[in-house]
């Protein structure tokens, strides 16, 4: 497999910035095992708690109250915890779908929750390194991750129309998708919001070939293509956790979304349309074959994910 290239490094990078994003190259080519990068990362944070202090998270301001449905809104990460999320999320973008750095990534933040804990010491002002290295094991599991994902992806992959008119905003599109699959695959992390198999991507919203606003099926098709592409590695790396929650009819954001056999149905007949459609790249058509084949697959013989226990899913039991 050849080597990966991540842009996640800076000139203007401490000394320990530098460590962790060496890390992060290292471990993605293969040149250091996923224990080791861990290491790193855990030993440049130690060293670095006696500089400036960051804190944990960005905490919602009281003042601003609560959401419209009552929802507290989520922390956003800063300080090390924003530096290691934004180089995870960045990394995942530059590494290809089908490459095994994607499951190193996946590896890494396994074992960074299993650092030991530093007592029972919440962040407080002066002190970094025990409340954010506590914020990376299991109590915690990865604090904010989910969130500074999402803003990631905002800022990457919405406005100007990226992912359909550039194909590098297209590949990155593709690798980010396959790593959040391989997240929730693993129970690691649950960013099915940011899914290109739901709402508000076209493949979640509209058929293939037949859009209002591109008339000519193959326009169309050139437009649907990226996020077609995207569905595709949710299915072929998390295929057996999002069946299982179709199943049992998984609540996510409620009021928003319904995870339904009826709704796996619809993404494996977009599927086979394209796979049958001339008017899509032969890449994305081996992708929807592909998903197609996953899915059939899946449906005769499927497997416990554990996907319900791992993430504590509210759900209503489909008949």
Wanted: hydrophobic content about 40%; proline content about 6%.
């Amino acid at each position: 497999m050849s080597s990966v290239t991540l842009h996640i490094s800076d000139p203007g990078d401490s000394r320990a910035d530098k460590e962790i994003t060496d890390a992060f190259q290292n471990l993605v080519d293969g040149s250091i095992d996923v224990a080791s990068a861990a290491n790193v990362i855990y030993a440049a944070i130690v060293a670095d708690g006696q500089g400036p202090p960051a804190p944990l998270t960005s905490a919602p301001d009281p003042a601003s109250g609560q959401a419209e449905d009552g929802a507290v809104p989520a922390p956003t990460p800063a300080g090390w915890l924003k530096f290691l999320w934004d180089c995870l999320g960045k990394a995942a973008m530059d590494v290809p779908h089908d490459h095994p750095g994607q499951d190193r990534l996946v590896a890494l933040l396994q074992q960074l929750q299993r650092l030991p804990q530093h007592g029972d010491a919440e962040p407080v002002a002066g002190n970094l390194s025990e409340g954010e290295l506590r914020a990376l094991t299991p109590v915690k599991k990865c604090n904010a991750l989910e969130q500074w994902l999402w803003e990631l992806d905002q800022a990457t992959f919405t406005g100007q129309q990226q992912v359909e008119s550039s194909d590098s905003a297209a590949a990155s599109y593709l690798n980010f998708s396959a790593f959040l699959a391989r997240l929730l695959a693993g129970g690691v992390a649950e960013a099915t919001r940011l899914s290109a198999l739901i709402r508000p991507s076209p493949f979640g919203t509209s058929k293939p070939l037949i859009s209002a606003t591109y008339p000519d099926a193959a326009e169309a098709a050139r437009h649907y293509e990226p996020y077609a592409s995207a569905a595709a590695q949710w299915v072929s790396y998390a295929g057996d956790a999002l069946f299982e929650m179709c199943e049992k009819g998984v609540l996510v954001e409620i009021g928003r979304q319904k995870w339904t056999r009826a709704l796996w149905n619809s993404w494996k007949a977009k599927f086979d349309t394209i796979a049958k459609a001339d008017q899509f790249s032969d890449q994305c058509r081996r992708f929807s074959t592909q998903a197609v084949e996953r899915m059939t697959q899946i449906e005769k013989s499927p497997a416990s994910s554990n996907i319900m226990d791992k993430f504590c899913f509210m759900f209503t039991e489909e008949d």
